[in-house]
């Protein structure tokens, strides 16, 4: 589903912020070699995830779903001196093209990386944060929220990716399948929390902003 016509796409990006040489590359490389890179965060919404992060300057990031590592490498622009960005992914298989472009962008002080399932282990991780990103299984987006909101810090930011998948929430409710669902019931479970503000961002596939009163 075409949600934002590709002529004023390539128009925005072309008076956005650049690509660093770094993403380029990491960028080319998804596509070259990896299955399904459109999961890749990308430019423009890398910029905003970079333009987030500085603007709130956090002291700690969890990441939930590091995919090839664009998006952390985004988010870890941000940190203050010694923050850190703590970062999930159950795929094992790309920790050798993760570690190499943590490292290529200076960050392997700045990130640590965890391999395994995110429920696990992020209970393991005995920080507070002020800002999260979310994009991993669908299906346990709501678990996510449940699952660290108490441990972010009042005015920190919850960002949720994919909420509107492919356009697939417009669907009649019996007709949706189940990732779409738990996406539609994680979009109505926020809108409906009154402790905190949130605007759902049309930005490629959809950012959930969450700011947590």
């Known amino acids: 589903m075409e949600i934002i016509a590709e002529k004023i796409d390539a128009y ?12 380029k590359k990491l960028n080319r490389e998804t596509h070259a070699k990896i299955l399904m890179p459109r999961m890749l965060s990308g430019h423009m919404q890398g910029n905003l ?14 990441e ?20 850190v960005l703590h970062t999930i992914d ?9 570690r190499k472009y ?3 962008a200076g960050l392997t002080q700045k990130i640590k990386y965890y391999i395994g399932n995110a ?27 449940d699952l660290i909101f108490d441990r972010v810090n009042s005015g920190g930011l919850i960002i949720a990716d994919n909420v509107l998948w492919s ?12 990732d779409t669902k738990a996406i539609d019931d994680f979009n109505k479970k926020i809108h409906k929390d009154t402790r905190v503000e949130h605007m759902l961002l049309n930005i490629r596939d959809g950012l959930m902003i969450i700011r947590k009163i």
């Open 12 to 23: 925005a990006l072309a008076h956005s912020q650049a690509e660093t040489d770094i993403l």
């Open 102 to 104: 943590i490292n290529e």
């Open 167 to 178: 356009g697939k929430i417009l669907d009649a409710v019996d007709k949706m399948d189940y």
């Open 49 to 62: 995830l970079t333009m987030l992060s500085k603007m709130i300057q956090p002291k700690q990031i969890l």
């Open 90 to 98: 159950n795929n094992e298989e790309l920790e050798l093209m993760v």
């Open 64 to 83: 939930i779903g590091t995919y090839t590592g664009y998006s952390g490498i985004c988010l870890a622009q941000g940190l203050i001196e010694n923050g």
């Open 119 to 145: 429920l696990d282990i992020i209970p393991t991780i005995n920080e507070n944060y002020d800002l999260v990103f979310i994009d991993a299984d669908k299906s346990n987006y709501s678990n996510y929220y």
